[in-house]
T-cell receptor, first 115, second 115 residues
Framework: DADVTQTPRNRITKTGKRIMLECSQTKGHDRMYWYRQDPGLGLRLIYYSFDVKDINKGEISDGYSVSRQAQAKFSLSLESAIPNQTALYFC??????????????FGAGSRLTVL | SQQGEEDPQALSIQEGENATMNCSYKTSINNLQWYRQNSGRGLVHLILIRSNEREKHSGRLRVTLDTSKKSSSLLITASRAADTASYFCATDGWSGGTSYGKLTFGQGTILTVHP
């Protein structure tokens, strides 16, 4: 099994629908992140969490919400999806106890299309 | 805004040639990392260089860091067709002696290595 698992891998939905992307990890890492990738724009940080009780907004959090249900689970929700949220979404984890290195382990991605 | 700017946006070379990619960033950093992404897949960590280091090697990879110019370069020597991928730099920001604990990515360089 993958260290960081994202579900679903692909999803097509309609404008206005609520969507949840889920992420679980077996790395035992305390930090989890959600990034969005658009062609030509690299990866942009949506939300991040340093532990179960710590949730922080990234640079593009508008229109998104997150839940850290356990150390190993971090879900991303789009309350009312819109077409410009069509993108490839990545969950990533890191371990705070690595001498400040903060190296990310990524999931395989969730491709979301909003019609 | 994006922390890292990468240059070139795309690079096409023949097998056996060297590939050099550059990254510039704007603020103080704790470390700078390079990641690789095969088409549409999750990113994989390649190498990390700390702010007090100037050069680092890992196999066919060589990374340099010039903090005075806020720039880094990734050199892949003796490239192979299997090196075809997108390469991203990512910075771990730093302020007041504390890492921000989150990475900011550049837009990436698309490398194509022709057999």
């Amino acid at each position: 099994d993958a260290d960081v698992t994202q579900t679903p891998r692909n999803r097509i939905t309609k404008t206005g629908k609520r969507i949840m992307l889920e992420c679980s990890q077996t790395k035992g890492h305390d930090r989890m992140y959600w990034y969005r990738q658009d062609p030509g724009l690299g990866l942009r940080l949506i939300y991040y969490s340093f532990d179960v009780k710590d949730i922080n907004k990234g640079e593009i959090s508008d229109g998104y919400s997150v839940s850290r249900q356990a150390q190993a689970k971090f879900s991303l929700s789009l309350e009312s999806a819109i077409p410009n949220q069509t993108a490839l979404y990545f969950c990533a984890t890191s371990d705070s106890w690595t001498g400040g290195a903060n190296v990310l382990t990524f999931g395989a991605g969730s491709r979301l299309t909003v019609l | 805004s994006q922390q890292g700017e990468e240059d070139p946006q795309a690079l096409s070379i023949q097998e056996g040639e060297n590939a050099t990619m550059n990254c510039s960033y704007k603020t103080s950093i704790n470390n700078l990392q390079w990641y690789r992404q095969n088409s549409g897949r999750g990113l994989v960590h390649l190498i990390l260089i700390r702010s007090n280091e100037r050069e680092k090697h890992s196999g066919r990879l060589r990374v340099t860091l010039d903090t005075s110019k806020k720039s880094s370069s990734l050199l892949i020597t003796a490239s192979r067709a299997a090196d075809t991928a997108s390469y991203f730099c990512a910075t771990d920001g730093w302020s007041g002696g504390t890492s921000y604990g989150k990475l900011t990515f550049g837009q990436g360089t698309i490398l194509t290595v022709h057999p």
